[in-house]
């Protein structure tokens, strides 16, 4: 098969790396990918959000399966564009845009879940008309308050503070001074779930499903989960705390629900559907929906995955997703997000990477984010610039992997957090 994967981040190296083992890849092409994606295929200078490029990148290239990394597209519509396109003949690994709404809305995802009686945090949605009621609705929750635009905000759009007077000029700058490019012109107030964070993750076609392994994600860019979110700064898999009893619950009581809820509401739904969720005492409650795989989840999950990764896409687009049999490894991954100075605020980029020679001796693998390439010379071009994920036959082997691949990487002002997997060790 001629595959097109479109996104440039940790990712879709990470989604590269493992479609580039199949047996059934003819030829993989990557848009516009990255430093580490150059080796696996051929890099397409194409703008993932530019639909009628992508389409005639198709037809040129006789590609016959798209997937899509990134969420802004799948938002967007592109699922919709190229299989209702008369010009070419594509699968499409990722929903429509009426079921990456479950991610491109707050609010549609808190409506939806209302309706099918899915555990989540009591909440109101509030417009930019709306502030005097949305600073209105804050007593009517305790501190601390969860704050969270309604649109894509590039995993930065959720603020919790513990001070009222924080909260209220949040607001406004939500509402009304158009924070996170316009994503918090509307925004949904939550009641705080206090508890531990489980990231679910299953591949469905709107009817069957299989469940991926499981993930934490480390959002907080500082050590002890402190400073502001980030696109994450770290992940594991296996979770510790996701026990049996959990698992099966999330199960029955959202996994299912929601596929269900789909299918009612005849909401198409061919792709990845991930379940960011709280452990509340015993139960689970859902935190968010995404529409595509986490990054830097993505990272930790599918070196577990044994099977073929582009088998499972074909079975998935053809109908035969209940046939695909998913092996998962038992063995544990941790990976470590290494960011430029500044982020995630403002941040230079072009500063060259250096990698030691004996790096290769260390159990793991190493996923560029924003990296370039450039005479033979890696370089930075973006906030979080590797993943640096270590394999172990254990979560703590793992971790000490990571960060022995860590003290083997350096740039100009780069940092990373140095507790990831910690929490869950002490566990």
């Not at 609010?107 to 009621?133: C, D, V, W």
């Not at 000490?400 to 740039?411: D, P, Q, W």
């Amino acid at each position: 098969m001629n595959v097109l994967l479109l996104g440039n981040g940790g990712r879709e190296h990470a989604i590269a790396w493992k479609l580039s083992q199949s047996s059934l890849l003819r030829t993989l092409h990557v848009a516009p990918g990255n430093g580490g994606t150059r080796s696996l295929g051929t890099s397409a200078d194409l703008d993932p959000m530019d639909f009628q490029s992508v389409e005639r990148y198709i037809r040129k290239n006789q590609i016959d399966l798209v997937v899509v990394g990134p969420e802004a597209p799948l938002v967007n519509g592109i699922a919709d564009y190229l299989e209702d396109s008369k010009k070419v003949n594509v699968k499409v690994v990722g929903p429509r845009k009426a079921g990456a709404l479950l991610e491109g809305s707050k609010r549609f995802a808190k409506e939806f879940m209302h309706r099918h009686s899915i555990p989540t945090a009591r909440y109101g949605s509030f417009n930019n008309t709306q502030l005097e009621k949305a600073v209105s609705f804050l007593d009517t929750v305790s501190p601390p308050y969860v704050l969270k635009a309604d649109g894509l905000a590039a995993g930065k759009g959720v603020v919790i503070t513990s001070s009222k007077q924080e909260a209220k000029d949040t607001l406004k700058s939500m509402l009304l001074d158009g924070a996170f490019d316009g994503a918090g012109s509307e925004v949904v107030i939550e009641e705080y779930l206090d508890g531990k964070e489980v990231s679910m993750f299953a591949i469905t076609d709107g009817r069957r499903f299989h469940l991926l392994p499981s993930a934490k994600d480390y959002k907080r860019l500082g050590d002890g989960d402190t400073g502001p979110n980030t696109g994450g700064m770290g992940a594991i898999s296996p979770v510790p705390f996701l026990t049996e009893e959990f698992q099966e619950k999330a199960l029955n009581q959202i996994i299912i629900p929601t596929i269900k809820g789909l299918e009612k509401e005849g909401i198409p739904y061919v792709g990845f559907l991930f379940f960011g969720l709280m452990k509340v005492g015993s139960d689970p409650f859902v935190v968010e929906y995404n529409c595509r795989l986490g990054d830097p989840e993505t990272e930790v999950i599918l070196p577990r995955i044994k099977s073929d990764l582009l088998h499972l896409f074909d079975s998935l687009c053809s109908g035969l997703l209940s046939e695909y049999d998913l092996v998962v490894d038992d063995r544990a991954a941790s990976t470590v997000v290494l960011a430029s100075e500044g982020y995630p605020g403002p941040y230079e980029k072009g500063k060259e990477i250096k990698f030691s020679d004996d790096i290769d001796t260390i159990d793991g693998h190493i996923f560029h984010a924003g990296t370039r390439e450039n005479r033979k010379k890696t370089l930075t071009n973006g906030g979080r610039i590797l993943a640096l994920t270590g394999r172990g036959n254990d979560l703590k082997e793992a971790v000490k992997n990571s960060y022995a691949l860590r003290e083997r990487v350096n740039f100009e002002g780069c940092f990373s957090r140095t507790d990831i997997g910690r929490d869950a060790l002490v566990d």
